[in-house]
């Protein structure tokens, strides 16, 4: 079982950056793969980035924030991140971080069990 707790949310202007957090409490935090997802109002919620468990920490991004924003993981801290940089308004949303401890699809929702409780970000023009 693993905890997930987001913040950093917040409301700032087009080409602004903010970081995102999510600390994860439970064991074995390092033995889980991290993906940041997020949902806009009347959207469904769709897949922002991933990184995997191992300490080589290979990433993956939509294409959307390819280039913008960059996930990282510190397992010391169980904590993983999610800077975003040259925010857009179209970025405007709930951003959630998950877990998995399996192998499937990075891009998909149900491939992970554990999902935190979300962080509003809010980009205006």
């Known amino acids: 079982q693993v905890q997930l707790v987001e913040s950093g949310g917040g409301l700032v202007q087009a080409g602004d950056s903010l970081r995102l957090s999510c600390a994860a409490s439970?064991?074995?935090?390092?033995?889980?793969?991290m993906a940041w997802f997020r949902q806009a109002p009347g959207k469904e919620r769709e897949f922002v980035a991933f990184?995997?468990?191992?300490?080589?920490?290979?990433?993956d991004y939509a294409a959307s924030v390819k280039g913008r924003f960059a996930i990282s993981r510190d397992n010391a801290k169980n904590t993983v991140y999610l800077q975003m940089n040259s925010l857009k308004p179209e970025d405007t949303a709930v951003y959630y971080c998950?877990?998995?401890?399996?192998?499937?699809?990075?891009?998909?929702?149900?491939?992970?069990?554990?999902w935190g409780q979300g962080t509003q970000v809010t980009v205006s023009s």
């Open positions: 998950a877990a998995t401890s399996g192998y499937a699809p990075r891009d998909r929702l149900n491939s992970y069990a554990y």
């Open positions: 990184i995997s468990w191992n300490t080589v920490g290979s990433t």
């Open positions: 439970g064991r074995s935090f390092s033995s889980y793969a």
